[in-house]
């Protein structure tokens, strides 16, 4: 009896893990701008780095599984993200999340 009861509990764990396993993939956030493609990073608080300039807005979203190519678009943010450059670092750019917290998303050259 307690070898049977052991055997059924092995069983059914194995097939809680098996059913477990999730078929979602997870996906880059990724906002394309003048060529280059800059890729989600930490979520920060307002006051951690130094807004230099709103330089735009999201003006179009791709599904998450798409790579975004226009200007200005991307396959995480709504339309009508501002984004902001900062004076700490030419290659981080700012996304409002709300008004006390930032996405940083840093650069990556498109090469060609």
């Known amino acids: 009896m307690r070898k049977t009861f052991i055997y059924i ?50 003006k179009f979203r791709v599904d998450k599984e798409t790579l975004p190519k226009q200007n200005f678009s991307s396959n995480s943010l709504e339309v009508g993200t501002p984004i902001y450059s900062v004076k700490e670092d030419k290659n981080i750019l700012l996304v409002k999340l709300s008004d006390e917290k930032y996405q940083i998303f840093s650069e990556k050259a498109i090469e060609n």
């Not at 396993?21 to 920060?44: D, H, M, P, T």
């Open 9 to 58: 509990l092995i069983l059914l764990i194995g097939l809680m893990a098996g059913c477990s396993n999730s078929s979602e993939r997870a996906y880059a956030a990724i906002l394309f701008i003048e060529g280059k493609e800059y890729y989600g990073q930490k979520i920060v608080n307002k006051d951690q780095y130094t807004i230099q300039a709103e330089i735009g807005k999201v």
